[in-house]
């Protein structure tokens, strides 16, 4: 089998003293997310769906929210990682779709500047890199801006 899928998905928490980082982009707004990393859903979304196109786990597995090496680390770093991990096994991106669902800010001004930026530390095109962005029509902790979440789709075709 020359192709393998995976689905990631990640929420994190809105809260009033911390950057807003999506797409390793970082977005102004009143409101941050928190984590122990720098919390950028998306991109923990995307390489969730990396790992699990190989079932490699999860990226907790490889970057656990207890070591302290990876407070406030940029997740574009951990990103590059996984990539690392893929293409040791023999795989390559084909592409990637990616969804953030959050009320506020507009994202949709920052979205090229999120595929570039991913793109280029995968390493892609930025056509291969999808991203879309929706409201949750006020519904929800995302709709209550309680939190941003993130879903993702990855194909990974086989280098070989
Ligand atoms: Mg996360």
Not at 1 to 26: E, F, K, P, T, W
Not at 30 to 36: A, D, S, T, V
């Amino acid at each position: 089998m020359n192709i393998r899928i995976g689905n990631g998905y990640d929420i994190h928490r809105l809260v009033s003293d911390r950057a807003l980082i999506l797409g390793g982009v970082q977005i102004p707004h009143e409101l941050g997310l928190l984590g122990h990393s720098d919390a950028d859903v998306l991109t923990h979304a995307i390489m969730d769906a990396m790992l699990g196109a190989l079932s490699l786990g999860d990226i907790g597995h490889y970057f656990p929210p207890t070591d302290p090496q990876w407070a406030g680390a940029d997740s574009l770093v951990l990103l590059s990682q996984v990539d690392q991990l893929i293409r040791n096994q023999g795989w390559q991106i084909g592409n990637i779709d990616s969804v953030v669902v959050a009320e506020r800010p507009k994202l949709k001004p920052h979205i090229k500047t999120m595929r570039d930026k991913i793109a280029e530390v995968l390493r892609l095109q930025p056509h291969q890199v999808g991203i879309k962005a929706t409201t949750n029509e006020k519904l929800g902790p995302e709709g209550r801006e309680e939190g941003i979440s993130a879903y993702a789709v990855v194909l990974l075709v086989s280098s070989s």
